[in-house]
């Protein structure tokens, strides 16, 4: 995997991701449907992202497949934005994502939940560790 992925090049790799395999025409027939682009657009979306080696495309019918999963694409965008915005504070991060926000009870319930369930994983950890 070469480079960022921009914002045209995830509404290709959204399709692929929810679809799976798919001949580049039916890529461009799900786009033109869902985003209104044209044929063209949607080839040289999938030629940018052969070359950055996100997709493959295999003949007969130019069947292209995802080569990166979206939660790998999700954890580096997540890495990219937390560096340049956030100096790598993951706490500066949520800070900013939830001090304007406003927030349901059970939003706020379900963020403890997930918080409560990453340190009891780390104190599993700790546990087998000193064991």
């Given amino acids: 995997m070469k480079g960022k992925l921009f914002e045209s090049e995830a509404k290709v790799m959204e399709i692929l991701w929810r679809e799976g395999p798919l001949p580049a025409k039916e890529i461009s027939l799900i786009a033109a449907d869902t985003i209104g682009w ?74 403890r939940s997930l918080i409560d369930k990453r340190l009891g994983s780390k104190q599993d950890k700790k546990t087998k560790n000193n064991g």
């Fill in 38 to 111: 044209n044929k063209n657009t949607t080839y040289t979306v999938i030629k940018k992202l052969e070359a950055k080696g996100f997709i493959r495309r295999d003949e007969p019918g130019f069947v292209c497949t995802a080569l990166i999963a979206e939660k790998d694409i999700r954890r580096s965008e997540t890495t990219s934005l937390l560096t340049r915005f956030f100096g790598g504070s993951r706490k500066a991060l949520f800070s900013a994502l939830i001090e304007d926000e406003e927030l349901t009870d059970g939003e706020i319930e379900e963020l």
